[in-house]
């Protein structure tokens, strides 16, 4: 009886063992595809509306996703589209219509090198960004934006593009 039940154990444990070792990989496009997670404000210590984090997910097939500060030659130079792998387009509310704002400073940025080692180089997680939130420019009266995004993998690869939830902003 005992035999038995530790040959039963066995075949238990062995099947634990190889159910889990024989578990698919997940696997992606190589096309990145991203998700809108989040937008949180931080206001300063005055109540204004300064800054806030942008949170959105992403997925890559072949996980090339990131630039080295190393990545300056052609096409990630500096002047070119791809120097940055995320852009960010920043909206905001006139006479109820939604336009697309230049700002005195850019709101694209690099994404540090995220690859994988090993063989399977699918990947997938959540990215933060820290993002200005009120235009400098006081002449400029509204108070609701949104952002668009968007990313570049190494090879050039453009995501589709994702839009923030409205954001209210308190200026003074």
Not at 11 to 40: A, D, L, M, N, Q
Request: net charge neutral.
């Amino acid at each position: 009886m005992k035999i038995l039940s530790n040959i039963l154990l066995i075949i238990f444990f062995t099947g634990i063992i190889f159910g889990i070792s024989c578990k698919k990989p997940e696997t992606y496009p190589v096309v990145p595809y991203i998700e809108f997670v989040s937008f949180t404000k931080t206001p300063t210590t005055s109540g204004i509306d300064s800054k806030g984090i942008l949170t959105f997910s992403f997925t890559d097939g072949d996980g090339d996703i990131g630039l080295a500060d190393s990545d300056t030659l052609s096409p990630y130079n500096p002047g070119s589209k791809f120097y940055y792998d995320l852009f960010i387009t920043y909206y905001r509310k006139h006479n109820g219509v939604f336009l697309a704002d230049s700002l005195p400073m850019t709101n694209n940025s690099r994404i540090p090198v995220v690859t994988p080692s090993g063989q399977n180089k699918s990947i997938k997680g959540d990215i933060d960004v820290d993002l200005f939130i009120n235009n400098p420019r006081p002449q400029v009266k509204y108070d609701t934006i949104y952002f668009e995004v968007q990313i570049a993998d190494r090879a050039l690869n453009l995501s589709n593009t994702i839009k923030t939830s409205e954001i209210i902003v308190k200026k003074q």
